[in-house]
C-alpha cells in the first residue's frame, strides 16, 4: 500500500556488456547532509501564554500548568464524544514551494483507534483545500512522545496552517506541548548533469555537447567575488583529458556549464568531476560522474527527451500498480489496453520468475518492486539490500523486465540508502531504469541523482478540482530538468476505500481521461495508475465484505474506454520534438499543449474543474479549425482567436489542419 494513502488525507535483462562495452556504473559520489532549518515560525509554541496565537473553539481545549514536556504549561484535550471533531491551529507565514519539516510533542491518556493524537500541516487555494501532511498519530497511554512530519506547500498555495487533534472519531485524553514547523533551508548549490542523462552513458559517435544546470542560492553575507566552477574529465590512469574553468556572478541564481567532449573517446570508463567555489573561496559541492563510452546504448533506457526506449524504440509505459497477479486479472489489464504492470507483492512474492512468466503470456513489461528492501524499512532485516541484489540478479535476465521500482514515497532522510540501492541497480544491471515515485513535491531535486525515472502522486478525485495533476507533473518536469523520464501515477483509487470519513468518489471515466490528458500536456512520458486493485472495493475498510466485483466491471470498462482513447495518441506523443508552442493566456482554466502529426496539429485539452469553463488563443499560423465541434470541445472562433469549451472535467483531442 502507497504510505501516501495512508497519511495523506484530511494524509529495475541484465545483458552482460560484450568485451566492447561496459559492465558496470560505478557509484555517483554524493555527500548527503542534514537540512538546515530555519527559525520556528509557530507562534506560542509551548503554550507559555495561554492559548495566544492559536484557534480553539470554545469549550474544547485548554491550557495547564501542572503536565508540561517543557516549561510549564501544554495544551490539554479531552474528548468523550466519538462524534466530535475538533482542531486547533494557526496560519503560518510560509510560501509556495518551501519544504516544512514540524512536529510536536505529544501525551495520551486512552486514546482509542487505530488512529490518535498528533498535528497536521494542510493548504487551502483561495478557501479550497489542496493537500496536506498527516504523519502517524498516537493512541493509548503514553508519557511524552514527539510526532514528526514533512510537507511541501504547493505551488498555487494561498494559506497553510498547522493544526492539533484528535483524529476523526476518536475519544482520549491528549496533551500537546512543543510545537515547531520549520522551513528547510536549499544549499547554496546543487548541480545537475543533464546530458549525458542516462548514467552518463554514450555510445562512441555521440558528439552532442554535454551540459550542467548549476543552481545558486546566494548567501546574503557572501561578497561580491564570483561563484567558481571547475570540471575536469579524466580516464582511468587519473589523466585530464578535459578541463574548464567557469565563473559566474554570485547574483546569478542559475548557471549552464556546457562542455565539447573530447571526440573519439575510446570504449571504456571516465570521471567526470565537477567542484563549485563560493564568493569566499570555500568548496561547498563536489560532484564526481562516470562517463561510459559504449558500442550500443542498453537494452532500456532514457533518451535525452526523457522517454523510454526499449530494443532501440521508444516505449510509453501504460500501466498500473495491481496486488492479483493470476492470468486471469493479467488478461484483464492487457486486454484493458495496458502494457505495463508494477505489483507490490514483488519484491519477495511466492515464485517471482513466474510471476514474469505469467506477465510475459499477456505482453506485459514489469516493473520489478524493490522498494521495501532497506535495512530497518518497516522491520526489514539488516540484510535487505543483500536480498535485493539476488532478485537483481534473478530478474535482470527476463525480457520483459522494464526497470526496477525503488522508492515509494520514502522521505529524505532515506537518501544514503536510496543511493546505495540505485549504485547497486546500476553496477548489477546496467540495462534498466531505477523508477521511483514521490509525494515530496517541494524537493524533489535532492532525488534527482538516485534515479532514472522519477514520477509523483497527486491522487486529486475528490477533492474541489483536478488541477493537482497538471501541478505536480509540472513540477516533476522541471526537477528532472529534462535529464529523467517522468511517469507519472494517476489515480484510479477511491479514497474511501482508505478512509472511513471520506466521502465515496470513485474516478469516472472523465476523470480518468482528465488526469492523462494533463499529464500528457504537461511533458509525462509515462502513466502508471494506482491501483487496480483498489477498484475491486466499494468503502473502508478494504476486505472481501467491502468488495464490489459488479462496481469494478463498470469501472474497469472505464479505464479501459480511458486506455483506448490515449493509445491512439501515444504513437504522436512518442515522436518527440513535435510539440508546437501556443501563444495562451495566462492563469487559463483549461490545459492545454500541441502536437504536430504530419497534416494535422493535435490540440490536448483538459478542464480540470467541475464547471463549463473555456480558452481564447490565436492559431498557430498556418493551422485552422476545420470541424467545429470535436467530440465534447466546441469551438467558435472570432476575432483573430479560437475559443475552446470544454464541460466539467471534459478533455480530449481537437485536431488543426493546415491553413
Known amino acids: 500500500m502507497k504510505r501516501s494513502l495512508l497519511h495523506r488525507t484530511q494524509k529495475y535483462f541484465y545483458l552482460a556488456f560484450s568485451s566492447l562495452m561496459v559492465t558496470a556504473l560505478p557509484a555517483f559520489a554524493q555527500t548527503f547532509t542534514q537540512p538546515q532549518l530555519g527559525p520556528n515560525l509557530v507562534k506560542n509554541a509551548g503554550f507559555e501564554e495561554g492559548t495566544t496565537g492559536w484557534n480553539i473553539p470554545a469549550g474544547t481545549a485548554k491550557t495547564v500548568s501542572d503536565v508540561a514536556h517543557s516549561g510549564k504549561s501544554s495544551l490539554y484535550y479531552s474528548n468523550t464524544d466519538a462524534a466530535r471533531y475538533k482542531m486547533f491551529s494557526q496560519k503560518l507565514k510560509v510560501q509556495p514551494g518551501q519544504h516544512l519539516v514540524f512536529s510536536v510533542w505529544v501525551k495520551g491518556q486512552n486514546i482509542s483507534g487505530k488512529e490518535g493524537a498528533g498535528l497536521y500541516v494542510q493548504s487551502y487555494a483561495n478557501g479550497k483545500y489542496i493537500g496536506g501532511g498527516f504523519p502517524s498519530t498516537i493512541t493509548g497511554t503514553y508519557d511524552w512522545q514527539q510526532v514528526k512530519g514533512e510537507y511541501s506547500v504547493p505551488a498555487n498555495a494561498t494559506d497553510t496552517s498547522v493544526g492539533l487533534y484528535l483524529r476523526k472519531g476518536i475519544t482520549g485524553t491528549a496533551w500537546f506541548d512543543d510545537v515547531e514547523v520549520r522551513v528547510e533551508k536549499p544549499e547554496p548549490f546543487a548541480s545537475f548533469l543533464k546530458y549525458p542523462n542516462y548514467r552518463g552513458t554514450i555510445v562512441q559517435d555521440d558528439h552532442r555537447p554535454w551540459n550542467y544546470l548549476v543552481r545558486i542560492n546566494a548567501d546574503p553575507e557572501w561578497t561580491h567575488a564570483p561563484v567558481k566552477i571547475s570540471t575536469e574529465l579524466t580516464d582511468s590512469a587519473g589523466k585530464v583529458l578535459l578541463k574548464k574553468e567557469n565563473a559566474v556572478a554570485s547574483s546569478a541564481t542559475t548557471a549552464t556549464v556546457t562542455l565539447d567532449a573530447p571526440r573519439n573517446l575510446p570504449l571504456g570508463k571516465y570521471t567526470l568531476t565537477q567542484r563549485i567555489t563560493d564568493p569566499e573561496g570555500e568548496v561547498r559541492l563536489t560532484s564526481r560522474h562516470t562517463i561510459c563510452v559504449v558500442q550500443k546504448m542498453p537494452k532500456v533506457y532514457i533518451d535525452a527527451e526523457g522517454f523510454t ?321 470535436q467530440g465534447e470541445i466546441k469551438s467558435t472562433f472570432a476575432n483573430g482567436k479560437a475559443t475552446f469549451t470544454l464541460p466539467s472535467v471534459g478533455s480530449g483531442v481537437f485536431r488543426l489542419v493546415r491553413n
Open 309 to 629: 526506449v526499449v530494443d532501440g524504440k521508444r516505449f510509453f509505459p501504460l500501466g498500473v500498480y495491481l496486488g492479483p497477479t493470476s492470468d486471469e486479472d493479467l488478461a484483464r489489464i492487457s486486454g484493458g489496453g495496458f502494457n505495463t504492470i508494477l505489483a507490490y507483492g514483488y519484491g519477495s512474492g511466492k515464485d517471482p520468475e513466474a510471476y514474469m512468466e505469467r506477465a510475459a503470456r499477456h505482453h506485459l513489461k514489469v516493473v520489478y518492486s524493490v522498494k521495501d528492501m532497506y535495512p530497518n524499512l518497516r522491520g526489514a532485516s539488516p540484510d535487505s539490500l543483500e536480498k535485493a541484489a539476488g532478485y537483481i540478479k534473478m530478474m535482470r535476465d527476463k525480457p520483459n523486465l522494464l526497470g526496477w521500482y525503488t522508492n515509494d514515497e520514502l522521505a529524505a532522510s532515506w537518501l544514503p540508502q536510496l543511493q546505495k540501492m540505485y549504485d547497486q541497480v546500476k553496477e548489477l544491471d546496467p540495462n534498466h531504469p531505477a523508477y521511483q515515485v514521490l509525494y515530496q513535491i517541494g524537493i524533489l531535486e535532492k532525488y534527482f541523482d538516485v534515479t532514472d525515472v522519477l514520477g509523483t502522486d497527486p491522487y486529486p478525485v475528490g477533492s474541489a478540482d483536478l488541477t493537482k495533476t497538471s501541478t505536480n507533473t509540472r513540477i516533476t518536469i522541471s526537477a528532472t530538468h529534462g535529464a529523467k523520464g517522468v511517469w507519472m501515477v494517476p489515480q484510479f483509487m477511491d479514497w474511501a476505500v482508505y478512509h472511513a470519513d471520506r466521502k465515496q468518489h470513485p474516478p469516472t471515466l472523465d476523470e480518468m481521461r482528465n488526469q492523462s490528458y494533463q499529464a500528457l500536456i504537461n511533458g509525462a512520458t509515462g502513466l502508471i495508475f494506482y491501483s487496480y486493485y483498489d477498484m475491486m472495493y466499494e468503502k473502508y475498510p478494504r476486505g472481501e465484505s467491502t468488495k464490489n466485483m459488479e462496481l469494478f466491471k463498470k469501472r474497469w470498462a472505464d479505464a479501459s474506454s480511458m486506455a483506448e482513447e490515449i493509445n491512439k495518441i501515444i504513437p504522436i506523443v512518442l515522436k518527440g520534438n513535435n510539440r508546437v508552442a501556443l501563444d495562451l493566456p495566462k492563469n487559463a482554466d483549461v490545459e492545454t499543449g500541441a502536437l504536430r502529426d504530419g497534416n494535422q496539429l493535435l490540440l490536448m485539452l483538459a478542464n480540470p474543474y467541475y464547471e463549463t469553463k473555456s480558452i481564447s488563443f490565436a492559431l498557430p499560423a498556418g493551422w485552422a479549425i476545420k470541424e467545429a465541434t
